[in-house]
């Protein structure tokens, strides 16, 4: 069932429809990546998420993030995405919080995230995650 809240330029909408196009689309603006190609976004969400939240701007989805985890007390943030003409008003701040929110009240102790050092700033400055170490083998 869809949570709605409003923030002060989006509603924010937990476990939303999700239009696979649409949040190909997103996703290819915020990061650059081919306009044409559309991912399996809704089956993927249904199979391994505990919640993702869309940000909804005029009925436009602007913005998003998905929280995975692993049936206990870690959940992972994963897909953080705001349109490139949203960024750095605050969407993104809100859309984690939400997503910090949700993970709470599932029952989680721990939220992670993995970031690339330009989100720096985003991550522990704004959403309040501190830093820890941590390790990655690249499988590609």
Do not use: K, N
């Not at 919640?51 to 985890?69: P, S």
């Not at 050092?117 to 501190?130: M, N, T, V």
């Amino acid at each position: 069932m869809a949570d709605t809240v409003r923030t002060m330029t989006a509603t924010l909408v937990t476990r939303f429809a999700v239009d696979d196009r649409e949040l190909s689309a997103l996703h290819a603006r915020a990061f650059g990546g081919d306009p044409t190609r559309v991912v399996p976004w809704a089956q993927r969400l249904e199979r391994h998420a505990l919640t993702w939240i869309g940000a909804f701007e005029d009925g436009r989805l602007a913005g998003f993030v998905q929280v995975c985890w692993d049936g206990g007390a870690h959940a992972f943030l994963l897909d953080t995405a705001v349109d490139p003409d949203r960024q750095h008003g605050g969407l993104g701040t809100a859309l984690v919080a939400a997503a910090t929110t949700e993970a709470r009240a599932a029952g989680c102790a721990w939220l992670h995230v993995d970031f690339e050092p330009h989100l720096r700033h985003f991550y522990l400055d704004s959403c309040r995650f501190r830093p820890t170490g941590a390790g990655l083998i690249g499988l590609r």
